[in-house]
């Protein structure tokens, strides 16, 4: 039975190691903790049997000075586990809590040719509009998803 917990720093080093192996961009733990040290409501884990299984990484800020927007930085679930819905739980427990303090919009990116995280976001109603050219270390461009609760 998968639970959805709020992330806790204990679970730091798995959720770098999970997230490293599937995204491409070399995040460090500096940005771990910049978004959960100063958002730690909109981050969560979901455990199986005890072991951390995915992750999702998020935060909520006013955006240039004008709408408060949620922002999904990471998600993964290992892929022994995918298919089973995991990472939905995990995105909604993320938006709901955006949803409850106020959020206007919600974002993310994801890099162009990633078809199961597309297909993923737009199941979710999110919808894409903005190319983002070389946006990545890695020189791949990404897509820009908006959804407005
Ligand atoms: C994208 C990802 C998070 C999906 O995790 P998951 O737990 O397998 O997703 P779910 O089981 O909740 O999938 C829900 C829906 O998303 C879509 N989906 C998920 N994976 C898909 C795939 N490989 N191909 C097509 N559609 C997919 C399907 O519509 C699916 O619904 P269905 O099972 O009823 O068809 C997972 O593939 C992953 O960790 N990928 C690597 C990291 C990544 O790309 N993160 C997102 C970019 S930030």
Known sequence: MVEIVPYHHK???EVCQLIKK???EPYSKYVYRYFVHQWPEYSFVALLDGQ???AVISKQDIHRGQSLRGYIAMLAVKDSHRGKGI???LTKASLNVMIEKGAQEIVLETEVDNDA???FYERLGFCRYKRLFRYYLNGTDAFRYILYP
Do not use: F, K, P
């Open 22 to 24: 599937d995204l491409s």
């Open 87 to 89: 990472a939905t739980l």
């Open 11 to 13: 679970y730091l080093e």
């Open 117 to 119: 995280a597309m297909y």
């Open 52 to 54: 951390m299984v995915g």
